[in-house]
């Protein structure tokens, strides 16, 4: 389950500067069982070890499984300064729940 809340002007100020290619939608195949997914980017918050707002960058991915069921799939940028060629490439190669 994903939580919502209303972006602030201080919120697209990331890590990352927004730009183009962070607001797009990428269609990639996933490296291991061949199947389309739909991968986007999105500006969000999460906490840290000292219960501190962080601001960040989260990847979306979405897929169809094993059974035929549209899934979604959701990670964080990991380290900072990472560009959307190198998560485009994580998410690629990523181990989704319900594919082979």
Request: net charge positive.
């Amino acid at each position: 389950m994903f939580e919502a809340h209303t972006l602030s002007a201080a919120d697209t100020e990331l890590t990352v500067t927004p730009d183009q290619s962070w607001q797009r939608t990428y269609n990639r195949l996933h490296q291991k069982s061949l199947r389309p997914l739909k991968i986007w980017f999105a500006p969000g918050k999460r906490k840290d070890a000292a219960q501190q707002l962080q601001q960040q960058w989260f990847v979306y991915i979405e897929y169809r499984d094993d059974e035929g069921n549209n899934r979604f799939h959701c990670f964080e940028q990991l380290q900072q300064g990472s560009t959307v060629k190198q998560l485009l490439e994580l998410a690629v190669w990523k181990e989704l729940p319900g594919l082979k």
